[in-house]
Structures are given as C-alpha cells and as structure tokens.
C-alpha cells in the first residue's frame, strides 16, 4: 500500500481501499504518532455510520473490518476525532498530533453464566475470547480477539503511513488516555505489531532483550509448553513471529543448556534493543 494526496492506496493484487468521507474532522495537521484503537461496536458498518453522524463528533482516519476491509474516513493531514483527552511527550490533545486507526471489535467483554456478553448485549463464543489482565489494570477479564486478517491489513495500512509521514512511535489510545481508555487492550499484539512495522522500516530484523533473570524459553506460545531452559537478563533475540502477546523468536547468541535456538518468550519480558 502507498499514500497519496493524503490517502491510502492498494497497489496491484491488494484489496481496495474504500473512502467515506466523516464530517467530523477539521483543519490540516501535522501526525507524528499512530494512535491504535479499537470500535467497541457491533461491526464494522455501524462505526462508519457512526462516524458519518455529525452529531456524533468522532471519527477516525481509518476504520478496519475483522474480514481486513479497509475504510479511510478522513485525510491523512486533517485532524480526525478519534483521541479525545488525552496526552503524551508533553503534547495534549493527541487529535492534532496523530493520525487514528479504529479496529473493529466489541472490546472487552463480560462474563455471564457460561456465556461472554459485551455493553451492547451480544453473546460471543469462547473461541473469540482471551482472559487477560489489562496493562493498566489489576484483575483478569474476557477481551474480544483481533482477525489475522484485520491485524494483516493494520501493518500493512501502518507501514505506509508510518514510513510516508516518518512518524515518532505507535501507541494505543490506553497509552494516550489512561484510566479513561482501555483499547486496544491485551488482545491486541502491541509489542510485534510495533516491531513489524518499526523493523520493517529500520530494514532489519527486530530485536529484543530479555528484562529479567530466569526468562522461560519454551517450545511453544503458552504457559502449558515446556521450557527448554531459562535466559538471564540482557539475553538478545530477534523476532521471527507472533501468536497473539508469545514472540517466537531465535537467539543471537548460543546459551548454556538451551539446545534449540528458536523458542517462545512472553511479549512482556522482553524489551526492545
């Protein structure tokens, strides 16, 4: 995908890129952060049509489907209304400073009985949920799960704008407004999605460290795989690949005791290099 006159474009055997033009938007910008956010709605659909309400007062630049779809609603360089209160680096209201990608998905859902409910009162199966612990938060609950495809269609959508607008850094609408915002949650594989689309730029494998002794390496993306053995801190890795927060990643260096030079490490043990 590639940018021009502000909008994204598909390149051959890519899918198209819808536009639908949003209202709420006004004057020209300058993005220097990508702002990652998820709808808390019940489609796709309904978030464009929401976002085409002028009485609604929000947009985003770009709405996601879970099937990839691709919608832009506002210009790169105009300013969207996706962030709200917020702040980051001494900037505050991150609208004018950055440009905002709302992924389709009910968000964080409640349990009741058997059943996984969201705000607006639809049921989902338990293959579309992950229990975890929100980063800003203290106790477990049920968040809805990204599409390979819609998480696909993201990267590719970031790596043109993050490389065409040379941007500073992607961050979460929870990073820019904590406590007040909880997407795009756990659910969401911030740290490879950040390293896909940052490496890729930096045309080389994205690599990390381990940030504290006794790292699990284990042979699969899971607290039920075995370890083959533990890393000290400052061991490095480089990335290879993701199943949702499990880096499958390989060792730069031969560690004592660790046969295999591939394994699985959770996202948050390592830190970027």
């Not at 995908?1 to 709420?24: C, D, T, W, Y």
């Not at 730029?201 to 002794?213: C, I, P, S, V």
């Not at 390989?250 to 830190?271: D, R, T, Y």
Request: include cysteine.
């Amino acid at each position: 995908m590639r940018i021009s006159q502000h909008k994204l474009v598909a390149e051959n055997g890519e899918a198209a890129v819808s536009f639908v033009n949003s209202p709420n938007q006004s004057g020209v910008i300058t993005p220097a952060y990508l702002i990652i956010h998820y709808t808390a709605g019940g489609s796709a659909q309904s978030s464009i049509n929401w976002f085409q309400n002028p009485g609604a007062n929000a947009s985003a630049h770009l709405v996601i489907g879970l099937d990839g779809k691709i919608t832009q609603m506002v210009p790169f360089n105009k300013k969207a209304y996706h962030a709200g209160v917020s702040s980051w680096a001494g900037l505050s209201g991150l609208n004018s400073y950055s440009i905002g990608i709302e992924l389709d998905n009910p968000g964080k859902l409640k349990r009741v009985g058997n059943k996984w409910v969201s705000w607006f009162g639809v049921e989902y199966p338990e293959s579309k949920v992950i229990i975890a612990k929100h980063k800003n938060q203290d106790t477990e609950s049920g968040w809805h799960i990204f599409t390979p495809v819609q998480i696909e269609a993201c990267i590719k959508a970031s790596l043109a704008i993050y490389s065409h607008y040379k941007l500073k850094d992607i961050l979460g609408h929870d990073d820019i407004a904590p406590g007040r915002k909880e997407d795009p949650g756990p659910a969401f594989p911030m740290a490879s999605f950040k390293s896909r689309v940052k490496g890729r730029q930096e045309d080389h494998a994205a690599m990390f460290k381990t940030t504290g002794e006794g790292v699990r390496f284990r042979t699969g993306p899971g607290l039920n795989y075995d370890a083959a053995g533990k890393l000290k801190k400052g061991v490095t890795v480089e990335f290879i690949d993701n199943v949702m927060d499990w880096f499958h990643v390989k060792l730069a260096q031969p560690v004592a005791g660790i046969s295999e030079p591939e394994g699985w490490v959770h996202s948050s043990l390592l830190g970027r290099v």
